[in-house]
């Protein structure tokens, strides 16, 4: 999530986009021995799509207020549950079906709060 100022703007794709990295994160779990290598691209995407959505226009990710900051924490934890969530339904052995409403509400929610939080940042910083 990139935080906007007057006169910047996060691309259109980089929410959508980030959000695709959480669900693949989210549902990694569910791949067994390919988890690793699912991670692994995930954890490689992130920095590449921050730059490249900050050489698209996107500022770099900051709250500038009380709301902004809620909304980055609220982020934060949508992957930490999403994790969270990932995590126990492999240890109680779920049908891997699971994984699949779980990375879509994780995608979801990363989109919805990236956005959330782009115009709470733009209207901080006026």
């Known amino acids: 999530m990139a935080s906007g100022s007057p006169g910047t703007t996060t691309p259109w794709w980089y929410h959508p986009a980030l959000g695709l990295v959480v669900a693949l994160l989210t549902a990694s779990l ?44 609220a982020s934060a934890g949508v992957l930490v549950v999403a994790l969270a969530a ?4 492999t240890v109680t052995g779920a049908p891997t079906w699971w994984f699949a409403p779980t990375a879509a509400l994780a995608f979801l929610a990363t989109v919805t709060l990236g956005r959330r939080f782009d115009a709470a940042a733009r209207e901080e910083s006026r």
Do not use: F, T
Not at 31 to 57: D, E
Not at 62 to 71: C, E, F, I, Q
Not at 86 to 89: F, M, T
């Open 86 to 89: 990932g995590v126990a339904l």
């Open 30 to 73: 569910a791949l067994g021995a390919g988890s690793i290598i699912a991670v692994a691209v995930g954890v490689v995407l992130l920095p590449r799509l921050a730059a490249a959505g900050h050489r698209a226009g996107a500022p770099p990710l900051k709250a500038v207020g009380p709301r902004s900051r809620r909304l980055l924490v």
